[in-house]
């Protein structure tokens, strides 16, 4: 069934309390959980529900995602039909989800598509969801738009037929929607609108606490499990990298580590992406230290968010809280080796 959709990821959207980590990439390509994007998650999640045409909608810094994500070998849509789009459109005035102006611009995707349904989702919602099942509900229930929410709010999930998509789009200034979630917030559309209230795990990753708070939340097994689910894999960008390698100084509880990382500290209640070094007799609790950063010697780091390729001098010390964690921003320096 999932053969039937074409999925749509708008990854337009800017929040002013993600700018500490999105000001060199968009929301979409921010790191989560040690080895994947923010993005991984919804285009796992299509690509698991059957769906094989996937068009990515960009805005603002939009090259790092496309690194990421490059002819979408990883989630198998490098195909001769069909496949993986970006259709960025930087010139664009902020809107909703979803946005009528942004598709009107790349309009052929739409009008030479053969799915009959279109699936259009934000960037920014982690979650493991079948799209199969919301559009058989869909269907049964003969809606024109179905919307997928989460304890009664909407997820900024959309399923419609193309054909009433294209309808929209042709007549946006004539119905002054300028984005699917203007239609379905206006009462008076004529449409039947249906919710589909999903029981599964979410984190909406829309200001850094969230960000902070969601990421450290999956340390725990149980919350672990009802994400990454057995037979729903969630793909991401291969890296060919060495085992950790953990020295005699190490002292590691409930963490998750990545690949080619070497810790030579305490870590705890942590998260380390790929080819992190931790120096000896540093001290990192509670925090989350992404991809190539380097800590020095006898450092302390407790609430600290260390963005990919920061470094920190030995001796430094950083300690945040659970509600304003410290941000490194990606590609600084901190400490000693600002003297250098």
Not at 37 to 57: K, P, Q, T
Not at 133 to 144: A, G, K, M, P
Not at 252 to 270: L, T
Not at 278 to 292: A, L, P
């Amino acid at each position: 069934m999932g053969k039937l959709m074409l999925g749509v990821i708008d990854a337009t959207t800017y929040t002013p309390e993600m700018s500490d980590l999105t000001f060199k990439r968009s929301i979409a390509a921010v790191p989560f959980a040690g080895r994947y994007r923010l993005i991984d998650f919804v285009l796992s999640n299509m690509v698991n529900s059957g769906i094989e045409s996937v068009a990515i909608f960009p805005k603002y810094q939009y090259r790092s995602l496309m690194d990421h994500l490059g002819s979408g070998k990883n989630w198998d849509l490098n195909r001769k039909r069909d496949g993986l789009f970006f259709f960025p459109s930087p010139d664009l005035p902020i809107s909703h989800i979803g946005s009528f102006q942004h598709f009107q611009q790349h309009i052929d995707y739409f009008l030479r598509s053969t799915q009959k349904y279109a699936l259009i989702c934000n960037s920014y919602t982690v979650c493991n969801i079948d799209y199969e099942e919301v559009l058989r509900r869909h269907i049964t229930n003969e809606c024109d738009i179905t919307r997928i929410c989460y304890r009664g709010k909407s997820l900024d999930m959309f399923i419609l037929e193309t054909s009433l998509l294209l309808d929209l789009i042709a007549n946006q200034q004539r119905n002054q929607y300028r984005s699917i979630v203007d239609v379905v917030n206006d009462e008076g559309n004529g449409l039947t609108v249906c919710d589909y209230e999903y029981d599964g795990y979410v984190a909406v990753i829309d200001s850094i606490e969230r960000y902070f708070y969601h990421s450290l939340e999956l340390l725990k097994p149980e919350v672990w499990k009802k994400l990454f689910l057995k037979g729903r894999p969630i793909y991401t960008k291969v890296k060919d990298e060495p085992p950790t390698k953990y020295t005699s100084y190490a002292c590691v509880r409930n963490a998750m580590i990545a690949n080619g990382c070497i810790i030579e500290g305490e870590i705890e209640n942590s998260i380390i992406s790929r080819a992190v070094k931790i120096g000896k007799g540093t001290v990192v609790h509670n925090s989350i230290i992404m991809q190539k950063s380097q800590i020095g010697d006898n450092c302390i780091l407790e609430y600290v968010i260390v963005d990919k390729d920061a470094r920190i001098g030995d001796g430094v010390k950083l300690i945040g809280t659970p509600n304003q964690p410290i941000v490194i921003r990606k590609g600084t320096i901190q400490g000693e080796l600002m003297k250098s």
